[in-house]
């Protein structure tokens, strides 16, 4: 991911690369330079606080910049991120840690909604120093071309067979397991949904990120967004009226939502619902009455299937009055039923770029040919 994001930022660097609207609706925007330098000054940071290639960073916090400066750093700095349900309590994220470390994972640092002001602090004046004075603080010894020749560096040498990110399942059918994606996953993913989903805009278009981060499908908008080279919109909170309005003034095309989020975008309504080119629905089962209003209100919305062990969606379809149910398995995909029954139902299993290779604390079920088996019939 980071070699495109990379030649991304040389080529257009004073483009918009994101911005972010916090829960008071104030909006930040970062540049494809200074996000570049930001997030290649937090890896060396981080490499002073002695987190090293293969280590793992573990992240508390909800939807912000911080959160996206970290997910470049990882790449920049080879090492990955642990991406802790912000929402849990403190003993559920200590024990989801606790299980990374009895399994041999490296937990070098920790960065939640206490120590990330200071860290991002630390960083930006770092910068600064070395924009006014070409010297970085003494802990990094640098200049701000340093953190350029750093980032130039690491993009070259970047490895996307390395270990990106660990997060865990829900734990509906047992304790949660820690699913291990690496770059290649991630950035195969995402490459498979642009060409599905780019469209008539090709390579014109905006998403808004309305998910959260700490969730593959959220994580994933950050990563077809960086792919795909378009400007991305994160939102600490969602408000549909916010997100509706912004749409229909940036002209937004791309949104992933779940059945809650898309209930109330529809309640909301306005022609900026039907503005969109895609509005990516997951997360469970379709609702009829939810998916009977949004096309009633010419909304065109995209049915997806996935999961955590997927890299997010392998499967979707444009929803027309004519659908009956059925998705079409994204491009490098296959499926096939294990022990079907009598009337062809069994186990799903699942092929393709973004299917993950294992779990870090729990066995995960494949076919004597490598086919993951999911568990969903």
Known sequence: MIDIFESTAQARPDSVFFSYVDRRGEETSYTYREARLLAA???RRLRDKGVFPGDMVAVDLPNCPMYVFLALAAAYGSFGLVALNHRLTAAEKLTRILELERCGVRIAYRIDGESEPRLFEQVCNSLLRGERGGRVDDSLGGSVEDAIHFAERAAHIFDPDQRALLMF??????KPKGAELTWSNLVESAGASNRVLAGRHGSRGLWQAVLPLFHVGGFQVLVRSVCSRWPLRIYEGFDAAQVLHDAAELHATH???VDKMLQDMVRHGGAALGAYQCILLGGGPLNANTVAQALAAKARVFASYGMTET???????LITSQFTGGLRLLPGYSARIVEPDAEGFGRLALRGPGVFGGYVNARAAFTVDGVFLTGDT
């Open 41 to 43: 000054q937090l890896a």
């Open 169 to 174: 399942t829900s734990g509906t059918s047992g």
């Open 255 to 257: 949104i992933s939502v």
């Open 311 to 317: 890299s997010s969606q392998v499967a979707n379809t």
